[in-house]
């Protein structure tokens, strides 16, 4: 294929602002990030895309999302959790058809590119056609044009919506399916046993041993709740994470949602193990969840990620909002200014992604994905930046307004520029919404 050179004002290289560099990208890959005088020059022939004014820096990755929930943003706020999971989840979500899980996936992948993030983790358990739902969802990403990780849910608790459940041997004979079918490109799936309280024992080791199989991660929520915490203490005499070490769970591929409740010896048993933490901050204070005790998890070597979670309980669906979230509740919630800072919540809504899907992105360097968002160094929510640039990264993280986001290019292709969407209009993702949206009222 041919080379393409991205030109804009500055990359953010090392954390740093490097003015005048670009990135040189061929079949989706960096394959060169130089001085763009010198990139011009070593590659004469290359397609030439000019970012004036803007910073080139890697694209945000959003480790835990249900897009279907977008549809359900803004039904059944302020609730308690299980008033809110019933009033919105199990109220709607059985009357979704193939084209609603479509739109609602087009709606949430859309919004969220245009906010910066070039990968999502889609945590999918709304199976109500089987696996041609799961395919709804990948035909969504692929037209919107966003990397996708489908954490393909594996569920069999009884006392959820039927179109959740499957039977064990179900779960594992439609998640390696898909598995088998998207083994690169823009399309990765992983198994997502769904929790301890609606994945029976046997569901959850057959989502570990598929990743072990195929050499990924899953991912699972852990004590998003106290009751679980309750339910499984009650049930087995242990809290979640030592039961689930004790049914062989816990390794290098455990990748877990939330961990608001777990104790100070699970979140060490976990970093010794080798596991991850996907963490949703927004959700977890908009659901009153409580507060994850990330310096512990920071303390004993566990990588972090950042989620949004649907966007019908954060209700944004943008990783920046999450940076800044994380560091300022834990300021607030430790009394530490120090406990996060300003790197470490970049590293958690970049690199740390990029480690919890598998994938080589969240960096600016040769042989990760081409995948970039452009920052207006002049929108006023930047300022100020000094010549040496050293505020650029302090701002991003706790300053920026959406509208410093101009250009997002996934996989070196451009799928916004300023602001507006490239592979598919905004208007026909508005059609799909308001579509589903009477259907779904006049079905209620």
């Not at 999971?85 to 059985?94: A, I, V």
């Not at 852990?222 to 049914?247: N, R």
């Amino acid at each position: 294929m041919t080379v393409k050179i991205f030109k804009p004002e500055a990359c953010l290289l090392d954390e740093k602002l490097k003015y005048g560099y670009g990135i040189a990208v061929e079949n989706g890959e960096i394959i060169s990030v130089d001085e763009s005088s010198r990139l011009i020059a070593s590659y004469p022939n290359a397609l030439l895309e000019e970012w004036p004014g803007l910073v080139l820096i890697p694209g945000a990755v959003n480790t835990h999302n249900h897009s279907f929930q977008s549809l359900l943003r803004g039904i059944a706020v302020d609730r308690p959790f299980l008033e809110w999971r019933d009033e919105s989840l199990y109220k709607f979500s059985p009357k979704m058809r193939t084209v609603d899980i479509y739109a609602g996936a087009l709606f949430a992948f859309t919004e969220m590119m245009k906010s910066g993030v070039t990968t999502v983790c889609d945590f999918f358990y709304l199976h109500n056609e089987g696996i041609e739902s799961d395919e709804a969802v990948i035909q969504a990403a692929t037209d919107a044009g966003i990397r996708l990780v489908l954490a393909r849910t594996m569920y069999d608790w009884d006392g959820a919506p039927a179109g959740y459940v499957e039977d064990v041997s179900t779960a594992i004979f439609n998640t390696e399916t898909l598995m088998k079918k998207y083994t690169g490109g823009m399309v990765r799936v992983l198994p997502a046993p769904h929790s301890l309280h609606a994945a029976s024992p046997a569901m959850i080791k057959a989502g570990y041993n598929l990743a072990r199989k195929y050499g990924t991660t899953y991912h699972i929520h852990v004590a998003e709740e106290p009751f679980e915490v309750e339910q499984v203490i009650k049930e087995h005499k242990m809290t979640p994470l030592t039961y689930l070490d004790s049914i062989g769970v816990v390794d290098e591929s455990m990748v877990i949602i939330h961990g608001v409740w777990l104790n100070d010896l699970e979140i060490k048993l976990l970093g010794d193990k080798g596991g991850q933490l996907a963490y949703c901050p927004s959700s977890n204070m908009f659901l009153a969840d409580g507060v994850t005790n990330i310096p512990a998890f920071l303390k004993y070597g566990v990588s972090i990620g950042l989620g949004s979670d649907g966007a019908c309980s954060n209700n944004r669906i943008s990783i920046f909002e999450e940076m800044r979230m994380v560091s300022i509740l834990q300021k607030v919630h430790t009394l530490d200014a120090l406990c996060v800072n300003y790197k470490d919540a970049f590293r958690m809504g970049t690199i740390g992604g990029g480690k919890a899907l598998g994938l080589k992105i969240g960096k600016l360097e040769v042989g990760c994905k081409a995948d970039f968002t452009g920052i207006d160094l002049r929108n006023l929510s930047m300022q100020p930046i000094t010549a040496a640039g050293n505020q650029f990264l302090p701002n991003l993280v706790y300053s920026m307004q959406p509208t410093a986001i101009k250009n997002v290019a996934v996989n070196g292709r451009t799928t916004v520029r300023n602001g507006e969407l490239q592979s598919i209009s905004e208007k026909r993702v508005l059609e799909k919404i308001g579509q589903t949206m009477q259907h779904l009222e006049e079905n209620l």
